[in-house]
């Protein structure tokens, strides 16, 4: 059984960086595709940055230049590392597991999540 769990996220200034953490059990990163999503209040879900097995990325264009994911096979371990954060980015980040080698930005792309980590960056 898959179990992914987010940390490292918290409340931060405008111009910031936080690095999110998601640790995968029961599944291996080097294996498929993974993600990360995020959720503000009163928004649909959306994709933020997304990483193949091959270790190709996608990112959202909002975040591009700013946000980088990243992918341990040894810790099984998938980062997002956030610089320039703005209030905008203020939501409950998501990591997901894909069934697939390939995937990008679509919640539907996803089988397995965790559950969720805070991020909130004021002006």
């Known amino acids: 059984q898959v179990h992914l769990v987010e940390y490292g996220g918290g409340s931060v200034q405008a111009g910031g960086s936080l690095r999110l953490s998601c640790a995968a059990s029961g599944y291996t990163v080097n294996r498929y595709s993974m993600g990360w999503f995020r959720q503000a209040p009163g928004k649909e879900r959306e994709g933020v940055a997304a990483i193949d097995r091959d270790g190709s990325t996608s990112y959202a264009d909002s975040v591009k230049g700013r946000f980088t994911i990243i992918k341990d096979n040894a810790k099984n371990t998938l980062y997002l590392q956030m610089n320039s954060l703005k209030p905008e980015d203020t939501a409950m980040y998501y990591c997901?597991?894909?069934?697939?080698?390939?995937?990008?930005?679509?919640?539907?792309?996803?089988?397995?999540w965790g559950q969720g980590t805070q991020v909130t960056v004021s002006s």
């Open positions: 997901a597991a894909g069934p697939t080698a390939v995937a990008g930005l679509r919640v539907y792309e996803y089988a397995s």
